[in-house]
């Protein structure tokens, strides 16, 4: 006898198109759904009417009128803002051009086989990264007599070079062991384990942490007005506490906020830049392609092609 043949039961056709659950949450149901999208709708509402209650405030307490941003017409004021904007960016560039490498330095002496030269790496970048930025910079103005430029910029170089002296010590260390230890059984350096190996694969993932350091610094130049450093926050300050033309504290702000935040923008568009160009680069994609070995049919692997005739 034959075994009857098996029966499978019918499949729903809305079962067929059930999207699959995922393994970390539930899939919301229609009450769920209806519940978000309430949610979402008033907490719309609320941001529109927050928006709405602070241009409010700012009509009221008459902030767009024509004496509190006339100041921005006269042509010494645009150059004062501009010349604070250059002296802020010059700040910043010689921070970056000290940071990196104090960084990678002290990086390194933290990775170091050493004991001594690791302690005391340690001990520079534990007590540069706990000092506050603010007194260092006072410091080094009112104790070792220095320009209001280089104060600055030393002390943004110490505070943000040890920080990302840190950033890259973890970027090394997040490499996996085994692509140490495959360098060293092929017999190489540490040194060129560390240039060859290791750096180019941690330089991915340390980028965007690199980066954020880089637009704290950026922003942290702004300290300098405290130490009469015509910087372009020094500007605006100069512009907003001058009575002809009614205190335009929130005018200065308004004009002063947005140039910082594109300068943000300016270098978060930097780092997706390098990272687009990293991915090309065949240190970080494993190495430059490996032709594929022509094999003639018929013959071993390894025999040449003219062993036919």
């Not at 906020?257 to 390098?274: K, N």
Request: net charge positive; with cysteine; aromatic share 10%.
């Amino acid at each position: 006898m034959t075994a009857p043949p098996s029966v499978r039961p019918p499949v729903r056709p809305s079962a067929r198109r059930a999207a699959p659950a995922s393994a970390l949450y539930d899939v919301p149901g229609p009450k769920a759904v209806a519940r978000h999208r309430l949610y979402g709708v008033l907490a719309l509402l609320a941001i529109a009417a927050l928006l709405g209650w602070v241009l409010y405030m700012l009509f009221h307490t008459q902030q767009f009128t024509y004496q509190k941003w006339m100041a921005f017409e006269y042509r010494g004021v645009q150059e004062l803002l501009l010349r604070g904007l250059g002296r802020t960016l010059e700040a910043f560039g010689w921070t970056v051009l000290f940071a990196l490498p104090f960084g990678a330095l002290f990086a390194a002496g933290r990775l170091s086989d050493h004991r001594a030269v690791r302690w005391v790496s340690t001990l520079v970048v534990e007590f540069f990264r706990a000092m506050p930025l603010l007194v260092m910079i006072f410091f080094i103005f009112v104790a070792l007599k220095v320009q209001p430029l280089w104060a600055l910029v030393a002390g943004l170089t110490l505070y943000n070079g040890s920080v990302l002296a840190e950033v890259f010590r973890a970027g090394v260390l997040a490499v996996p062991a085994g692509q140490r230890e495959a360098a060293y059984a092929l017999g190489m350096r540490k040194t060129q384990v560390m240039a060859a190996v290791l750096v180019p694969q941690a330089n991915r993932a340390m980028l965007p942490a690199i980066i954020s350091q880089l637009v704290v610094a950026l922003k942290d130049t702004s300290l300098g007005f405290l130490i009469t450093y015509e910087e372009f926050l020094h500007a605006g300050k100069l512009i907003a506490t001058n009575l002809d033309y009614d205190l335009p504290f929130i005018p200065v702000v308004m004009v002063i906020a947005p140039v910082y935040i594109g300068l943000c923008l300016a270098l978060s568009w930097l780092a997706r830049w390098v990272e687009r160009r990293s991915r090309h680069s065949p240190r970080t994609r494993g190495g430059a392609p490996v032709a594929e070995a022509g094999v003639v049919p018929g013959l071993p692997p390894g025999v040449p092609p003219e062993a036919q005739q």
